[in-house]
T-cell receptor
Framework: AQSVTQLDSQVPVFEEAPVELRCNYSSSVSVYLFWYVQYPNQGLQLLLKYLSGSTLVKGINGFEAEFNKSQTSFHLRKPSVHISDTAEYFC?????????????FGKGTKLSVKP | GAVVSQHPSWVICKSGTSVKIECRSL??????MFWYRQFPKQSLMLMATSNEGSKATYEQGVEKDKFLINHASLTLSTLTVTSAHPEDSSFYICSAYPASGYLYEQYFGPGTRLTVT
C-alpha cells in the first residue's frame, strides 16, 4: 500500500523568504507524484506533478519540486514567497499505470506567509 | 480549464435527515468521479469511486447504505448522506477527470461543508 507523509503541519515564513515543504512517500511500486494547493474555502488546485523524466519539476506560481527516488521524497520549494501563497498544501501519489486513479494524500502543510 | 462545481457549498441538517450533494463537471465529460472526505486538520480520504452508468466502488470501511452515490450522467454525480448523524459532519470534496484524459488529471470541486446538528 502507498502512503504519504508531510512532515510539517504548519510552516510560518516571512514574505520574500524561501520555503520548502517536505513530502515523503512509501510505495513498493512506481508512483506518480503531485502537489496541490487549497486556498480557504476553495477546492484543490494542481501545482505540479511528476510523471517521469526530469526529476526537477516546475509548476505554477513559481513553485518547483524535486523527485528523489532514493530518499522517496518530493519536496516542494519556492525561492521567494508572497502573502498570496498562504494556503494549505497537499502532497499526493497515485499508482504508476494504475487503473483506478485514486489519489492518496498527505495530511497537508499549512503555509502562513507573514509580512 | 476544466471546472468542477459542487452544490451546495455548505449545508446544515438535523440528525436523522438526509442530504444530497451534487458534483458537476461543467465543461467536460467525466466517466469517473471520486468522492473524498476531509476532516479538520487531516488529509483527504477517498470514500468511493463513481462510474457513470454503473455502481460506485466504495473504499473499505465506508458504509454503502449510508453514503449513496449516483452517477447518472457524464457530467453529474451525487452523494446522498442518509440518516445523517453529527459524526458525519465533514468537508466532502469531489473530483473528476475528463473521459478523454488520463487518470491522474483530476479536477477538484470546491467542496461541501456538512454540519449535522
Amino acid at each position: 500500500a502507498q502512503s504519504v507523509t508531510q512532515l510539517d503541519s504548519q510552516v510560518p515564513v516571512f514574505e520574500e523568504a524561501p520555503v520548502e515543504l517536505r513530502c515523503n512517500y512509501s510505495s513498493s511500486v512506481s508512483v506518480y507524484l503531485f502537489w496541490y494547493v487549497q486556498y480557504p474555502n476553495q477546492g484543490l488546485q494542481l501545482l505540479l506533478k511528476y510523471l517521469s523524466g526530469s526529476t526537477l519539476v516546475k509548476g505554477i506560481n513559481g513553485f518547483e519540486a524535486e523527485f528523489n527516488k532514493s530518499q522517496t521524497s518530493f519536496h516542494l520549494r519556492k525561492p521567494s514567497v508572497h502573502i498570496s501563497d498562504t494556503a494549505e498544501y497537499f502532497c499526493a501519489v497515485t499508482l504508476y499505470g494504475g487503473s483506478q486513479g485514486n489519489l492518496i494524500f498527505g495530511k497537508g502543510t499549512k503555509l502562513s506567509v507573514k509580512p | 480549464g476544466a471546472v468542477v462545481s459542487q452544490h451546495p457549498s455548505w449545508v446544515i441538517c438535523k440528525s436523522g435527515t438526509s442530504v444530497k450533494i451534487e458534483c458537476r463537471s461543467l465543461d467536460f465529460q467525466a466517466t469517473t468521479m471520486f468522492w473524498y472526505r476531509q476532516f479538520p486538520k487531516q488529509s483527504l480520504m477517498l470514500m468511493a469511486t463513481s462510474n457513470e452508468g454503473s455502481k460506485a466502488t466504495y473504499e473499505q470501511g465506508v458504509e454503502k447504505d449510508k453514503f449513496l452515490i449516483n452517477h447518472a450522467s457524464l457530467t453529474l454525480s451525487t452523494l446522498t448522506v442518509t440518516s445523517a448523524h453529527p459524526e458525519d459532519s465533514s468537508f466532502y470534496i469531489c473530483s473528476a477527470y475528463p473521459a478523454s484524459g488520463y487518470l491522474y488529471e483530476q479536477y477538484f470541486g470546491p467542496g461541501t461543508r456538512l454540519t449535522v446538528t
